[in-house]
Protein backbone atom coordinates (compact mmCIF):
# COMPACT_ATOMS: atom_id res chain seq x y z
CA UNK A 1 0.00 0.00 0.00
CA UNK A 2 2.88 2.43 1.14
CA UNK A 3 4.71 1.66 -2.10
CA UNK A 4 1.36 2.45 -4.22
CA UNK A 5 0.95 5.85 -2.70
CA UNK A 6 4.06 6.87 -2.85
CA UNK A 7 4.73 6.43 -6.33
CA UNK A 8 1.52 7.16 -8.02
CA UNK A 9 -0.79 8.61 -6.23
CA UNK A 10 1.60 10.97 -4.34
CA UNK A 11 2.96 11.86 -7.93
CA UNK A 12 -0.52 13.06 -9.29
CA UNK A 13 -1.40 14.86 -6.00
CA UNK A 14 1.44 16.93 -6.25
CA UNK A 15 0.72 17.59 -10.39
CA UNK A 16 -2.71 18.16 -9.04
CA UNK A 17 -1.90 20.61 -6.53
CA UNK A 18 0.32 22.71 -8.19
CA UNK A 19 -2.22 23.49 -11.04
CA UNK A 20 -4.93 24.15 -8.70
CA UNK A 21 -6.28 27.59 -7.83
CA UNK A 22 -7.36 26.79 -4.08
CA UNK A 23 -3.60 25.08 -2.56
CA UNK A 24 -1.36 28.12 -3.12
CA UNK A 25 -4.65 30.52 -2.42
CA UNK A 26 -5.09 28.73 0.76
CA UNK A 27 -1.58 28.58 2.16
CA UNK A 28 -1.78 32.02 1.74
CA UNK A 29 -5.27 32.49 3.82
CA UNK A 30 -3.60 30.20 6.46
CA UNK A 31 -0.43 32.75 7.37
CA UNK A 32 -2.62 35.61 6.86
CA UNK A 33 -4.85 33.97 9.55
CA UNK A 34 -1.44 33.15 11.85
CA UNK A 35 -0.19 36.82 11.09
CA UNK A 36 -3.49 38.27 12.35
CA UNK A 37 -2.90 36.04 15.80
CA UNK A 38 0.66 36.96 16.14
CA UNK A 39 0.17 40.12 15.77
CA UNK A 40 -2.67 40.68 18.40
CA UNK A 41 -1.03 38.73 20.38
CA UNK A 42 1.71 40.97 20.50
CA UNK A 43 -0.19 43.90 20.88
CA UNK A 44 -1.84 42.32 24.48
CA UNK A 45 1.55 41.71 25.29
CA UNK A 46 3.33 44.96 25.01
CA UNK A 47 0.00 47.12 25.86
CA UNK A 48 -0.24 48.90 22.75
CA UNK A 49 -4.14 47.74 22.49
CA UNK A 50 -4.93 49.64 25.51
CA UNK A 51 -8.39 51.61 24.68
CA UNK A 52 -6.60 55.06 24.96
CA UNK A 53 -5.71 56.52 21.73
CA UNK A 54 -2.05 57.21 22.24
CA UNK A 55 0.20 59.81 20.17
CA UNK A 56 0.66 57.21 17.71
CA UNK A 57 0.38 58.28 13.99
CA UNK A 58 -2.05 55.51 13.32
CA UNK A 59 -3.50 55.19 16.29
CA UNK A 60 -7.43 55.02 16.12
CA UNK A 61 -10.00 54.30 18.82
CA UNK A 62 -12.57 50.81 18.46
CA UNK A 63 -15.42 51.85 16.62
CA UNK A 64 -12.64 53.40 13.88
CA UNK A 65 -10.20 50.19 14.15
CA UNK A 66 -13.84 48.20 13.18
CA UNK A 67 -14.85 50.53 10.59
CA UNK A 68 -11.75 50.00 9.19
CA UNK A 69 -11.09 46.54 9.15
CA UNK A 70 -14.59 46.38 7.90
CA UNK A 71 -13.89 48.50 4.89
CA UNK A 72 -10.79 46.77 4.07
CA UNK A 73 -12.57 43.22 4.35
CA UNK A 74 -15.58 43.97 2.25
CA UNK A 75 -13.32 45.99 -0.02
CA UNK A 76 -11.10 42.41 -0.57
CA UNK A 77 -13.69 40.24 -1.04
CA UNK A 78 -15.04 42.31 -3.49
CA UNK A 79 -11.87 42.60 -5.56
CA UNK A 80 -10.89 39.09 -4.90
CA UNK A 81 -14.71 38.19 -6.60
CA UNK A 82 -13.39 40.48 -9.62
CA UNK A 83 -10.14 38.97 -9.80
CA UNK A 84 -11.86 35.55 -9.95
CA UNK A 85 -14.04 36.58 -13.01
CA UNK A 86 -11.41 37.82 -14.89
CA UNK A 87 -9.51 34.83 -14.92
CA UNK A 88 -12.60 32.89 -15.80
CA UNK A 89 -12.79 35.76 -18.94
CA UNK A 90 -9.26 34.77 -19.52
CA UNK A 91 -9.85 30.94 -19.98
CA UNK A 92 -12.62 31.31 -21.63
CA UNK A 93 -10.36 33.72 -24.23
CA UNK A 94 -7.90 31.58 -24.49
CA UNK A 95 -9.70 28.44 -24.76
CA UNK A 96 -11.74 30.07 -27.49
CA UNK A 97 -8.67 31.56 -29.70
CA UNK A 98 -5.95 28.63 -28.85
CA UNK A 99 -7.29 25.35 -27.92
CA UNK A 100 -8.23 23.94 -24.69
CA UNK A 101 -5.04 22.07 -23.59
CA UNK A 102 -3.32 25.61 -22.26
CA UNK A 103 -5.99 26.26 -19.81
CA UNK A 104 -4.40 24.28 -17.17
CA UNK A 105 -1.21 26.77 -17.85
CA UNK A 106 -2.70 29.17 -16.87
CA UNK A 107 -4.49 27.31 -13.44
CA UNK A 108 -0.46 26.43 -13.20
CA UNK A 109 0.46 30.15 -13.07
CA UNK A 110 1.89 31.42 -9.99
CA UNK A 111 1.17 34.74 -10.78
CA UNK A 112 -2.60 33.84 -10.68
CA UNK A 113 -2.57 31.91 -8.39
CA UNK A 114 -0.54 34.41 -6.02
CA UNK A 115 -2.87 37.57 -6.57
CA UNK A 116 -6.21 35.45 -5.45
CA UNK A 117 -4.35 34.49 -2.53
CA UNK A 118 -3.61 37.96 -1.21
CA UNK A 119 -6.83 39.32 -1.66
CA UNK A 120 -8.17 36.58 0.34
CA UNK A 121 -5.65 36.56 2.75
CA UNK A 122 -6.51 40.26 3.25
CA UNK A 123 -10.25 39.52 3.60
CA UNK A 124 -9.27 36.87 6.59
CA UNK A 125 -6.68 38.48 8.07
CA UNK A 126 -8.95 41.63 8.70
CA UNK A 127 -11.96 39.53 9.81
CA UNK A 128 -9.58 37.89 12.61
CA UNK A 129 -8.00 41.53 13.81
CA UNK A 130 -11.81 42.63 14.01
CA UNK A 131 -13.45 40.15 16.04
CA UNK A 132 -10.64 41.03 18.47
CA UNK A 133 -11.59 44.56 18.91
CA UNK A 134 -13.35 45.19 22.11
CA UNK A 135 -15.54 48.65 23.72
CA UNK A 136 -15.91 51.70 22.38
CA UNK A 137 -14.09 55.13 22.33
CA UNK A 138 -11.82 55.72 24.96
CA UNK A 139 -12.25 52.07 26.42
CA UNK A 140 -12.04 48.45 25.12
CA UNK A 141 -9.17 46.68 23.36
CA UNK A 142 -7.75 48.11 19.83
CA UNK A 143 -4.64 46.25 18.24
CA UNK A 144 -2.78 49.13 16.95
CA UNK A 145 -0.01 47.24 15.12
CA UNK A 146 -2.60 44.82 14.01
CA UNK A 147 -5.23 47.29 12.65
CA UNK A 148 -2.53 49.27 11.02
CA UNK A 149 -0.71 46.28 9.69
CA UNK A 150 -4.12 45.57 7.82
CA UNK A 151 -3.81 48.89 6.44
CA UNK A 152 -0.77 47.96 5.25
CA UNK A 153 -1.96 45.08 3.57
CA UNK A 154 -4.53 46.54 2.03
CA UNK A 155 -2.43 48.95 0.23
CA UNK A 156 -0.14 45.92 -1.06
CA UNK A 157 -3.35 44.27 -2.05
CA UNK A 158 -4.07 47.41 -4.30
CA UNK A 159 -0.08 46.74 -6.07
CA UNK A 160 -0.90 43.44 -6.68
CA UNK A 161 -4.12 44.42 -8.22
CA UNK A 162 -2.49 46.54 -10.53
CA UNK A 163 0.30 43.65 -11.54
CA UNK A 164 -2.69 41.33 -12.14
CA UNK A 165 -4.40 43.11 -14.70
CA UNK A 166 -1.09 44.01 -16.50
CA UNK A 167 -0.28 40.14 -15.85
CA UNK A 168 -3.44 38.90 -17.31
CA UNK A 169 -3.15 41.56 -20.46
CA UNK A 170 0.28 39.93 -21.58
CA UNK A 171 -0.53 36.35 -20.95
CA UNK A 172 -2.68 35.67 -23.29
CA UNK A 173 -1.02 37.43 -26.07
CA UNK A 174 -0.22 34.40 -28.31
CA UNK A 175 3.55 34.88 -28.23
CA UNK A 176 3.11 34.53 -24.31
CA UNK A 177 1.54 31.69 -24.11
CA UNK A 178 3.52 29.80 -27.20
CA UNK A 179 6.37 30.97 -24.78
CA UNK A 180 5.50 29.08 -21.78
CA UNK A 181 4.68 26.14 -23.41
CA UNK A 182 7.90 25.89 -25.20
CA UNK A 183 10.18 26.60 -21.70
CA UNK A 184 8.00 24.38 -20.00
CA UNK A 185 9.16 21.71 -22.93
CA UNK A 186 12.69 22.57 -22.62
CA UNK A 187 12.84 22.16 -19.01
CA UNK A 188 11.37 18.47 -19.55
CA UNK A 189 13.37 17.62 -22.36
CA UNK A 190 16.46 18.76 -20.37
CA UNK A 191 15.30 16.37 -17.36
CA UNK A 192 14.64 13.07 -19.29
CA UNK A 193 17.03 13.22 -22.65
CA UNK A 194 20.06 14.77 -21.06
CA UNK A 195 22.59 12.47 -23.45
CA UNK A 196 23.64 13.38 -26.64
CA UNK A 197 22.49 11.09 -29.52
CA UNK A 198 25.25 8.62 -29.98
CA UNK A 199 24.89 6.38 -33.12
CA UNK A 200 20.74 4.97 -33.54
CA UNK A 201 18.56 5.65 -30.45
CA UNK A 202 16.36 2.16 -31.02
CA UNK A 203 16.58 -0.54 -28.81
CA UNK A 204 18.70 -3.75 -29.93
CA UNK A 205 17.44 -6.54 -30.07
CA UNK A 206 19.22 -8.40 -27.53
CA UNK A 207 17.59 -5.89 -25.23
CA UNK A 208 13.97 -6.47 -25.96
CA UNK A 209 13.49 -9.49 -23.15
CA UNK A 210 12.92 -12.12 -25.90
CA UNK A 211 12.47 -15.32 -24.27
CA UNK A 212 10.43 -14.95 -21.35
CA UNK A 213 6.85 -15.13 -20.83
CA UNK A 214 5.09 -11.90 -20.77
CA UNK A 215 2.16 -11.55 -18.23
CA UNK A 216 -0.46 -8.22 -18.58
CA UNK A 217 -1.18 -5.70 -16.35
CA UNK A 218 -3.76 -3.43 -16.80
CA UNK A 219 -4.57 0.30 -15.63
CA UNK A 220 -6.58 0.42 -12.19
CA UNK A 221 -8.45 3.23 -14.06
CA UNK A 222 -9.36 4.99 -17.63
CA UNK A 223 -7.59 8.29 -18.36
CA UNK A 224 -3.93 9.45 -19.95
CA UNK A 225 -0.84 8.53 -18.30
CA UNK A 226 0.29 11.45 -16.54
CA UNK A 227 3.73 10.02 -14.61
CA UNK A 228 5.33 6.86 -13.98
CA UNK A 229 7.72 6.15 -11.32
CA UNK A 230 10.77 4.30 -13.06
CA UNK A 231 12.49 3.89 -9.58
CA UNK A 232 9.97 2.28 -8.55
CA UNK A 233 9.33 -0.24 -10.94
CA UNK A 234 13.16 -1.04 -11.40
CA UNK A 235 12.94 -1.76 -7.10
CA UNK A 236 10.08 -4.14 -8.31
CA UNK A 237 11.95 -5.63 -11.01
CA UNK A 238 14.48 -6.25 -8.97
CA UNK A 239 12.55 -7.36 -5.55
CA UNK A 240 10.95 -9.45 -7.87
CA UNK A 241 13.62 -10.85 -10.16
CA UNK A 242 11.55 -10.30 -13.55
CA UNK A 243 11.42 -7.75 -16.46
CA UNK A 244 8.84 -5.09 -16.74
CA UNK A 245 8.07 -4.55 -20.37
CA UNK A 246 6.41 -0.96 -20.29
CA UNK A 247 3.33 -1.40 -23.10
CA UNK A 248 1.71 2.20 -23.09
CA UNK A 249 4.22 5.68 -22.90
CA UNK A 250 3.60 8.82 -21.11
CA UNK A 251 0.79 10.76 -23.08
CA UNK A 252 -0.80 7.41 -23.78
CA UNK A 253 -4.98 6.30 -23.52
CA UNK A 254 -5.17 3.69 -20.72
CA UNK A 255 -8.37 1.95 -19.55
CA UNK A 256 -8.78 -1.27 -17.61
CA UNK A 257 -9.25 -3.47 -20.52
CA UNK A 258 -5.76 -2.58 -22.25
CA UNK A 259 -2.29 -3.75 -20.82
CA UNK A 260 -0.20 -0.49 -19.74
CA UNK A 261 2.72 -2.86 -18.48
CA UNK A 262 3.89 -7.04 -18.58
CA UNK A 263 5.32 -8.55 -16.43
CA UNK A 264 8.37 -11.17 -17.70
CA UNK A 265 8.64 -14.26 -15.77
CA UNK A 266 8.67 -18.37 -15.52
CA UNK A 267 6.43 -18.09 -13.14
CA UNK A 268 2.68 -16.40 -13.03
CA UNK A 269 2.77 -13.13 -10.72
CA UNK A 270 0.01 -12.72 -8.13
CA UNK A 271 -2.50 -10.23 -8.09
CA UNK A 272 -1.04 -7.97 -5.83
CA UNK A 273 1.99 -7.82 -7.96
CA UNK A 274 -0.53 -6.50 -10.42
CA UNK A 275 -2.13 -3.99 -8.65
CA UNK A 276 1.35 -2.57 -7.17
CA UNK A 277 2.28 -1.85 -10.51
CA UNK A 278 -0.90 -0.32 -12.09
CA UNK A 279 -0.42 2.03 -8.65
CA UNK A 280 3.27 3.15 -9.98
CA UNK A 281 1.43 4.65 -13.38
CA UNK A 282 -0.29 8.16 -12.40
CA UNK A 283 -3.48 8.46 -14.50
CA UNK A 284 -5.96 11.08 -14.98
CA UNK A 285 -8.37 12.57 -17.07
CA UNK A 286 -5.99 15.44 -19.10
CA UNK A 287 -2.19 14.97 -19.81
CA UNK A 288 0.39 16.85 -17.68
CA UNK A 289 4.22 18.14 -19.46
CA UNK A 290 6.29 17.08 -16.35
CA UNK A 291 7.22 13.80 -17.99
CA UNK A 292 5.39 14.25 -21.50
CA UNK A 293 7.97 16.10 -24.00
CA UNK A 294 4.97 14.88 -26.41
CA UNK A 295 1.64 17.09 -24.53
CA UNK A 296 4.28 20.26 -25.41
CA UNK A 297 4.67 19.66 -28.55
CA UNK A 298 0.48 19.40 -29.07
CA UNK A 299 -0.30 22.07 -27.73
CA UNK A 300 2.09 24.41 -29.68
CA UNK A 301 0.29 22.14 -32.78
CA UNK A 302 -2.93 22.94 -31.80
CA UNK A 303 -2.41 26.65 -31.23
CA UNK A 304 -0.83 26.92 -34.67
CA UNK A 305 -4.06 24.75 -36.07
CA UNK A 306 -6.37 26.82 -34.27
CA UNK A 307 -5.10 30.14 -35.81
CA UNK A 308 -5.08 27.99 -39.48
CA UNK A 309 -8.71 27.49 -39.46
CA UNK A 310 -10.85 30.08 -41.19
CA UNK A 311 -12.58 31.05 -38.23
CA UNK A 312 -9.41 32.25 -37.06
CA UNK A 313 -6.98 32.41 -40.01
CA UNK A 314 -4.11 34.08 -38.26
CA UNK A 315 -1.00 33.26 -39.89
CA UNK A 316 1.08 35.10 -38.01
CA UNK A 317 0.23 32.63 -34.60
CA UNK A 318 0.51 29.70 -36.41
CA UNK A 319 4.51 30.48 -37.74
CA UNK A 320 5.18 31.81 -33.78
CA UNK A 321 3.94 28.11 -32.67
CA UNK A 322 6.24 27.04 -35.57
CA UNK A 323 9.15 29.30 -34.82
CA UNK A 324 8.94 27.45 -30.70
CA UNK A 325 8.31 24.08 -32.63
CA UNK A 326 11.48 24.03 -34.77
CA UNK A 327 13.30 25.31 -31.05
CA UNK A 328 12.19 22.12 -29.44
CA UNK A 329 12.83 19.98 -32.26
CA UNK A 330 16.28 20.92 -32.59
CA UNK A 331 16.95 20.32 -29.23
CA UNK A 332 15.49 16.79 -29.69
CA UNK A 333 17.51 16.39 -32.66
CA UNK A 334 21.04 15.78 -31.01
CA UNK A 335 19.78 14.03 -28.54
CA UNK A 336 18.68 10.46 -27.44
CA UNK A 337 15.25 10.59 -27.19
CA UNK A 338 14.15 6.68 -26.32
CA UNK A 339 14.67 5.81 -23.06
CA UNK A 340 17.40 3.86 -21.90
CA UNK A 341 16.36 0.22 -20.82
CA UNK A 342 17.26 -0.07 -17.14
CA UNK A 343 19.06 -2.96 -15.35
CA UNK A 344 21.46 -3.77 -12.42
CA UNK A 345 23.69 -6.21 -11.81
CA UNK A 346 21.66 -9.44 -12.65
CA UNK A 347 21.25 -7.72 -16.51
CA UNK A 348 18.03 -6.34 -18.26
CA UNK A 349 15.11 -5.21 -15.56
CA UNK A 350 13.10 -2.39 -17.21
CA UNK A 351 12.03 -1.49 -20.86
CA UNK A 352 10.39 1.58 -21.01
CA UNK A 353 8.17 2.92 -23.76
CA UNK A 354 8.21 6.28 -25.42
CA UNK A 355 7.94 7.91 -28.75
CA UNK A 356 10.88 7.84 -30.95
CA UNK A 357 12.09 11.17 -32.97
CA UNK A 358 10.24 10.44 -35.86
CA UNK A 359 6.92 10.15 -34.00
CA UNK A 360 7.75 13.68 -32.12
CA UNK A 361 8.86 14.87 -35.99
CA UNK A 362 5.52 13.80 -37.32
CA UNK A 363 3.65 15.33 -34.30
CA UNK A 364 4.72 18.86 -34.78
CA UNK A 365 4.64 19.24 -38.77
CA UNK A 366 2.36 17.11 -40.53
CA UNK A 367 -0.77 18.61 -38.99
CA UNK A 368 0.35 21.63 -39.78
CA UNK A 369 1.41 20.91 -43.53
CA UNK A 370 -2.00 19.07 -43.69
CA UNK A 371 -4.08 22.35 -42.84
CA UNK A 372 -1.35 24.93 -44.52
CA UNK A 373 -2.32 23.90 -48.67
CA UNK A 374 -2.05 27.41 -50.21
CA UNK A 375 -0.57 29.47 -46.91
CA UNK A 376 2.69 30.29 -48.62
CA UNK A 377 4.14 32.07 -45.19
CA UNK A 378 3.44 28.83 -43.17
CA UNK A 379 5.16 26.64 -45.73
CA UNK A 380 7.99 28.92 -45.95
CA UNK A 381 8.36 28.53 -42.40
CA UNK A 382 8.27 24.76 -42.72
CA UNK A 383 10.32 24.33 -45.09
CA UNK A 384 12.78 26.61 -42.97
CA UNK A 385 12.05 24.72 -39.69
CA UNK A 386 13.11 21.52 -41.49
CA UNK A 387 16.56 22.95 -41.98
CA UNK A 388 16.91 24.26 -38.85
CA UNK A 389 16.52 21.05 -37.04
CA UNK A 390 18.31 19.02 -39.23
CA UNK A 391 21.62 21.49 -38.24
CA UNK A 392 21.21 20.11 -35.31
CA UNK A 393 22.18 16.70 -35.51
CA UNK A 394 24.74 14.89 -37.57
CA UNK A 395 22.70 11.52 -37.05
CA UNK A 396 22.89 10.32 -40.97
CA UNK A 397 19.26 8.56 -40.07
CA UNK A 398 17.59 11.52 -39.00
CA UNK A 399 19.04 13.34 -41.35
CA UNK A 400 17.30 11.00 -43.88
CA UNK A 401 14.06 11.31 -41.93
CA UNK A 402 14.61 15.18 -42.40
CA UNK A 403 15.32 15.28 -45.78
CA UNK A 404 11.83 12.53 -46.27
CA UNK A 405 9.69 15.35 -44.60
CA UNK A 406 10.81 18.28 -46.57
CA UNK A 407 10.25 16.78 -49.72
CA UNK A 408 6.52 16.08 -48.87
CA UNK A 409 6.76 19.84 -47.58
CA UNK A 410 8.20 21.06 -51.07
CA UNK A 411 5.92 19.38 -52.91
CA UNK A 412 2.63 20.45 -51.14
CA UNK A 413 4.02 23.97 -51.32
CA UNK A 414 4.96 23.62 -55.27
CA UNK A 415 1.36 22.16 -55.87
CA UNK A 416 -0.42 24.44 -53.74
CA UNK A 417 1.18 27.94 -54.77
CA UNK A 418 -1.64 30.16 -55.05
CA UNK A 419 0.77 32.73 -57.88
CA UNK A 420 3.79 32.75 -59.66
CA UNK A 421 5.54 35.07 -56.82
CA UNK A 422 4.79 32.23 -53.84
CA UNK A 423 6.44 30.08 -56.49
CA UNK A 424 9.31 31.90 -56.92
CA UNK A 425 9.83 32.57 -53.14
CA UNK A 426 9.32 28.74 -52.56
CA UNK A 427 12.16 27.63 -54.97
CA UNK A 428 14.26 30.62 -53.35
CA UNK A 429 13.79 28.33 -50.01
CA UNK A 430 14.28 25.36 -51.75
CA UNK A 431 17.71 26.38 -52.70
CA UNK A 432 18.59 27.55 -49.56
CA UNK A 433 17.93 31.37 -49.95
CA UNK A 434 17.27 33.05 -46.69
CA UNK A 435 13.43 33.90 -46.12
CA UNK A 436 11.73 36.84 -46.12
CA UNK A 437 10.24 38.94 -43.31
CA UNK A 438 6.85 37.72 -44.01
CA UNK A 439 7.91 34.01 -42.28
CA UNK A 440 8.79 35.33 -39.32
CA UNK A 441 6.12 35.50 -36.10
CA UNK A 442 5.48 38.24 -34.00
Given amino acids: MADRISSGALGKLAVSLRSSFWFLPGCIVLASIGLAVGLVTLDRQSG ?10 WAVGADGAREL ?11 AGVVFSITIVALAQASTQYTSR ?34 SEGEGFVPQVAVTSGLGLALVAVAFLVFFIHHVAASIQSGAIAHGIAADTLCTIDALFPDPLEGDDAVPAHEAG ?17 RVDYEALLAFARERDVVV ?33 AGMYAIDSYRTIEQDVAFGIRQ ?55 PGF ?29 DEVRGGTTSPARHRLLDARRAVVAEVARRTAPDSDARRRIEAQLAGAIAGDDTTGA
Fill in 69 to 79: MATIAGSMITV
Fill in 48 to 57: SGAGQRGEAL
Fill in 102 to 135: VLRNFMRDRGNQVVLGVFLGVFAYCLCVMRTITG
Fill in 210 to 226: DGLHWHPVTASQMGYIE
Fill in 245 to 277: RMEASLGDFASPDLPIASIGTARAPGVGDLHRL
Fill in 358 to 386: DRLLALAFDQILENAHGNTTVLLRLLRAL
Fill in 300 to 354: LVDVALKALSPAINDSTTAVTSLDYLSLLLRRLAGRRVRPRPLRDAQGLRVLPAG
